[in-house]
């Protein structure tokens, strides 16, 4: 009887019915329930809860048999409320046997943890330090304290033994919050703050001198659980028409959709592009009272959902006489709402969204709560007029406990913890202090009590933490912005609670001060009676007794008051939110899984028809039977019940008989209920597809991914658009206890390089592993690849885990599954790995190409994951497409390389082949560089043959623009080209005078006398050294010294100038000969011969005197030092209409050259062969470097 009588409650005002959490009423005035009941349990855990010994007892109940309405609501509340509880319990717990330990595994921990009075309720500001985490927490990338996160906290001094107080957290923002304001005057010593509210009004905490600990567990997220719980405490109230399909067991019968039943649906136009499986599940979304629609990776789900949602729409339009109420659409992540609300705006729907948490630029605007920012209608005022009211007495009271300087006698007085004739006492002072009157504002009776012994409040002193290590970058290291911190800041009036003053005490009372002082209070009615020095100690003692009564007395009432005026304003928030909703003809409302209850009152006041549940096999099965409102004709699920699984973080809670983690999708597919299954898969090639049909017999290719033209191969990969490269590389676990591979990861990254090189783009490639901790370091080496940021410069790449992947798709995925044991002969560990749900979704998301790197042996030796993956690897093996080496095919040349080592990718270092590169430049120039893809922009470096229009020949190279050396303004532009190369040739130590390779034009080198030109000195020239060791080539390369030019005091002016010192840049830590030469560090150093060019000089004979000062950068660091070379040369210059730039006549003069600053017009050091015979040199200069054995690797010069 009292069910339904709130039956009709909540239909006449479900707003209320929710907010004020009326049913609870409802529950109690029922009479016949136990005080531990739970439908009477409160919103938020209790610390006994927290602080028991013993987890709380699983629930009993048996799935095969249909249970009873009130058996599965309590059984999915208790299952629910230990999954958000159970991991804090065991925190406190360890916390409390071993009180200093540092943060593990499972749980956070915070040391030495104001009150802010928002619209939502009274938050407590705490601050805190992070001294106990092993490393630093970069809070913009850091997921710790989530708003509605369960935290607990206990003085410092207990540990949780008698005293726990519960809380959540109320609102993370970082400027101001967790992090200081740069801008208010905070430094970098400004401890984190976060906001909370207390679980109970009577846990509020008051004594900002408390030194605190407080705990996070690290899973357990309590939102999660939190709203549910309410809607199933609701449910337990009323009647659903769907409870049949739950509790009717063999007899149930799924009927047609009651609003159907006098109109037809309608029929999109867009469903004439549906498969014949689409076609039949969208039949079903439009004609069942419950539809189960199960879409594989690839089959088009989400289109076929946009079709249905048209359908209703249109069909709801039609049987309505007023405007009809929205289709409500959620899904279990905020990305997948964001996906689907994003369609159907794109199709027309008007749209609102409830929450904010999304990052789509278009649905933010329609957002619920920009909405009610633009719109005009007014609400009801009332409720906030209360809490204004209650919030004033707030302040009163609290100004009371901290007014800025001391406490008052007269409210000591008050609080009964002064006599009437100590407090006159300290009102008769004139035989102490004259011309003080005790009615004057400025007179304080306290303060001239304690006369002198008076000092600063240091009761909190913050002790930031000490030697952290670095953290890696995870998977959702994401910078905030400043409209993130915004949405989630807390707006009210903020009171401080700090002491500013307080009264000495002596150093000898510090641990008994306080009985001492309760003693004197006692003893003495003339408190002018207690000795001077001990009066710090007395004011101290009422100062603490005044905050214990106002906390215990005043401050929990208040705070009951405070919350429930704020709920009432609520109400009327939420009232007003539906006015506009209706004005708007709002036609689709979406919101998370979550917050189907979170905002239920506000949904149900809407009176929905229809409810569709996208990620419904991920989605926890309370979060649905808590959401099925009186109003509700259809129920549509769409999910895969064979990809991801509700998340539980509880192990035992996985396990039989609680099955925690199955979703209400997957039982009702175990009912043997009917349901449709898409078949036709439009993303994968059929290649990949073969190792998801080990998953999915029934799936078959679209004729469009067969098309080489929609799915053309992976470029540079020789036709293997599938490949498991196997190793045995052993993993590692990183400080916050997840694992990585370092190996497996530079070897990732080298295919990565190798595939971009080719010109895949760098968003087409997805990086996918199990763990956060390989999440970390792929990203980190990504950033510090060179060559990646000349083809990504933002250094934006897509790392993911598995689980944060699902319904996501790319091109090319590389899949990393780590774990491997050090040694053959260890036991297999798998861990995430061994979970079937993770691999179809790891396995499904490539488009046209997939490759996956990891030690099968250690994941067939599992007897758990050899069950998932023995199937996959035969698919792998019938195509043979695994092995310890990565084929990697040259699209020039056709050849092939197998790549085993990380070290291998070196025998590709332009994304080709070693062999010689044989194309042409427009102007017919070879290349004669290592083979590289063509997609590579080189451009020629050979001296340009043109005649330009002026009649003189062109000054520049063949990939620059064509400019005279006259200086005539007719230039002409040219097309980029490719290069010349750097030959790679065996090399020994030059010492002068012995024999050296010379590399001759097919590239081999062969032993003898030094035949080149540079031994010779140009005509006019004369180059005084006086060498102190001379910079190897590698080094001058490297860029790791410093040029200083200074010149003669007869030379002429120059007509033009450019900078001409070379400054050094950080030396590469690169050990490869093939990473020093690349041909980024070629286009460098080309840029800075440009920018050292001098473009023209009167003839006149002049000196310039080079100091090179060069550090051995292959040395370590300790052992450094620097060597200085001195060069004085005289040169004389003449006109000339060729180049000045070609008068270089070795390799070895033109690095030299490069590093004084002369003008080289950014000619390549392979040009100096060809043009060292055919001019004459202006300026030369030579050295001699010393002969160094380990340089024998380098390429070495005359």
Partial sequence: MAGQKNLLLEEDDPISFHVLKRYQDVHAESGALPAEEWRLSPELPVAREIMALEPAPLPQISWEDAPNKREYLETQYRLNRIEGTELLRRAVNEIRDNPQM??????????????????????????????????????GQSTRLTAGTLVALSPSSDNFKSKCFVAVIAARYLKGGLEPDSESGEDANTPPRIEIFWASHKDALLDPSMDLIMIEAKGGYYEQVRHAMVGLQQAALYESKFDKYLFDGPNRCQQIAAYLQQIEAVIPSASSQMDYSQTEAFKRMTSQELAIIQGPPGTGKTFTSVVAIQSYIQTMGQGFKKPAPPVVIAAQTNHALDQLLGKCIEHGANVVRLGGRTQDEVINERTMFSLSQRSKIRGHSRGEMDRKTILSELKNALEVCFPGGFVRAD???????????????????????????????????????????????????????QGQ????????????????????????????????????????????????????????????????????????????????????ERLPLLLRRYQNACDKSKVNRWKRNIQILQDEGVQVLGCTTTGLTKYRGLISALKPRILMIEEAAETREANITSALYPSLDQ?????????????????????????????????????????????????????????????YPELEDHDSVKDVRNRPPVPGMGGHNLWWFQHQWADGQNANFSFFNEREATMIIGLTRYLVQNGVRPSQITILTYYKGQVGVILEKLKRDGTLAEFNPSKTWSVRTVDGFQGEENDIILLSLV????????RARVGFVDDENRAVVATSRARRGMYVFGNSNNILDCPKSSRTWLKVCDVFLKQGCI????????????????????????????GGCLDPCEEKCPEGHSCRMKCHVKQVNFMCRKP???????????????????????????????????????REVKTRPSIRGAKTSKPQRSGVATNGKSQGTGNRRAQGT??????????????????????????????????????????????SEEESLSAKWSPAKIRAGNRALQLSKQTEFRPALHSTTIRDVFIDTTLPRTARQPVETIHTCYASQSDSEVSSMTHLLSRKQAVLDAAAGFDLGGMGMDDMDDMSEKVNPVLRLQGVRDAISRDADLITFD
């Fill in 469 to 552: 290590t670095e953290p890696g970058q995870e998977e959702d290291a994401q910078e905030r912005s400043p409209e993130d911190d915004e949405r989630e800041r807390l707006y009210g009036e903020f009171i401080s609670t700090e002491f500013y003053w307080t009264g000495s005490v002596p150093m000898s009372l510090n641990t008994t001060w306080y009985d001492r002082a309760r003693r004197y209070l006692r003893k003495f009615s003339d408190l002018y009676g207690i000795p001077p020095a001990h009066r710090g100690m007395v004011y101290r003692y009422l100062r603490q007794r005044l905050l214990e009564k106002v906390a215990e």
């Fill in 883 to 910: 092995g310890y080496q990565l084929p990697v095919v040259c699209q020039n040349h056709t050849t092939a390389t197998y790549i085993g080592q990380p070290d291998d990718w070196h025998k590709v270092p332009g």
């Fill in 411 to 465: 409210d000591l007085l008050k609080q009964g913890l002064l006599a009437e004739d100590q407090f006159e006492s300290l009102r008769n002072t004139e035989w102490e202090t004259e011309g003080a009157s005790p009615d004057d504002d400025s007179f304080d009776a306290i303060a001239t009590w304690l006369a002198e012994y008076i000092e600063q409040d240091r009761t909190y002193v913050y002790r930031p933490p």
């Fill in 819 to 826: 774990r491997s044991p050090a040694s053959p002969h260890d």
């Fill in 102 to 139: 540092t943060e593990d595994s499972d749980f956070y921990i915070y040391t030495q943890a104001c009150y802010v009075f928002a619209k939502s309720g009274a938050a407590c500001r705490i601050s805190f330090s992070t001294e106990r985490s092993p490393s630093r927490v970069i809070w």
């Fill in 944 to 982: 340009c043959e043109k005649v330009l229009s002026c009649g003189h020949g062109c000054g520049s190279l063949c990939g620059d623009r064509c400019d005279c050396p006259k200086g005539c303004n007719k230039p002409a532009l040219k097309a980029e080209s490719i290069p010349p190369p750097l």
């Fill in 635 to 695: 129920v549509v699920l769409v999910g895969d019940h064979q990809q991801l699984v509700p998340h539980v973080d509880v192990r035992e809670l996985e396990q039989y008989p609680c099955n925690l983690n199955k979703s209400l999708f997957e039982r009702f597919v175990e009912m043997d209920l009917p349901f449709s299954r898409l078949k036709v898969q439009r993303r994968m090639i059929p290649a990949i597809r073969s190792v998801v049909h080990t998953f």
């Fill in 1022 to 1067: 004369r180059v005084d050294t006086h060498a102190r060791g001379e910079p190897t080539s590698d080094q001058l390369m490297e860029l790791g010294f410093h040029a200083l030019v200074t010149r003669g005091t007869h030379q002429p002016p120059m007509l033009a100038t450019t900078s001409s010192s070379f400054r050094s840049v950080t030396p």
